[in-house]
């Protein structure tokens, strides 16, 4: 079901661009939105939150199905909230966010222009988030009504916080940090509503369970388990209930050289109203290394298997295009599944301000016999204080049993406070 609002008051917001596309804000012109936002430098008396995001994105395919004409997108997000003071424990959130069309040339995710290629960014208005906390109990905060939910490295359940318009849950979320064992954090929930990044709404029944325990100063050992149950025909085939171990952490080798790792396995099978029988298992393999808090080198396996149409496991709630590559190719696993071999690099430069990222994938199916193809990513971001930042960003992937080629292009401009 389409959700969808007036965007027209938007279009007050573009003069801001030319503040942001430009040098940052002298230091005492920033000083003065903060505090006119911030009703106390903790927020507890409550705040204005405001985000606004310029983005350009260009989409490249090779001639294939369809025949898709090149897409070309400049729009302008806009996120508007305000934070309630603390009373009793309790604090309220409501948040209105709207993305603005400047450019349309493209197909937005809901099929208005099938001739281009997708660049999933509608142009729509909506409630983003509309919730309320409790943190009268020690350690345990409890939040309910609409809300971001973002958990370990947003696998399997997170906001797609890279569309401009992202993914909200209808939820109630109890998050408890444990006395008797420090170290210890429970996440406890229930989904009724998903309010996707295309601005539809998708019911479900979705209890999500994640469990994470510090260990010492080597990392986190977290164990999972999430039961989606979607209720309307269109989606059945991603209802899906998955269980997983990850070791996450990092460790120093001296004052120069910090040692990475990341180990994972989830299992995943069919649930309520899927509509194939299956079990399908994913491997998450991580090392690297960090020089000088400079200079950062990893290599990476991740592995998703399948057996077949609806037999294949899936990550609908994940914010996937952090994963297998930014050309999303595989934002959905093939039949055959996926593995994905990749080696990342990335550099802090000036003074922490500019951070450079380079990515090079080997895909194949999970048999590692089928050559699916290779893609380059590239990205620099670069920061002018706590509230602006400048991206470029770069992908294209050279396509061989899979999909087609595909390059993509994006400029973006963000204000943030």
Known sequence: ???????????????????????APAAGLT????EALSFNSHGKNGALKLDLNYRYENVNQDKGPGNPKTANANTVRLRLGLLSPVFHGLQGYAEYEGNYVLQSDYNNGLGNKPEFTTVADPDASELNQLWISYAGIPGTLIKSGRQRIKLDDDRFIGNVGWRQLET????????HHSQALPGLTVNAGYIGNVNTATSTTENINAPILNINYKVGNYGNLIGYGYWLGYTEPENYAKSNQTYGLRFDGKSKINDQLTALYTAEWSLQRDYRHGPADYQADRINLMGGLNAFNLITVRGAMEQLNGYGANKRFITPLGTNHVFQGWADQFFVTPNDGVRDVFATVSAVLDHGSLTLTGVFHDFHDDTGRVHYGKEWDFMAVKTFGKHYALMAKYAYYDADQFATDTQKIWMQVNVNF
Do not use: F, Q
Request: charged share 15%; glycine share 6%.
């Open 1 to 23: 079901m389409r959700r969808k609002l007036s965007s027209g008051c938007l279009s007050s917001t573009l003069l801001a661009l030319s503040a942001a596309a430009g040098p």
């Open 168 to 175: 909200t849950y209808d939820s109630v979320l109890i998050t």
């Open 31 to 34: 000083e003065s939105i903060e």
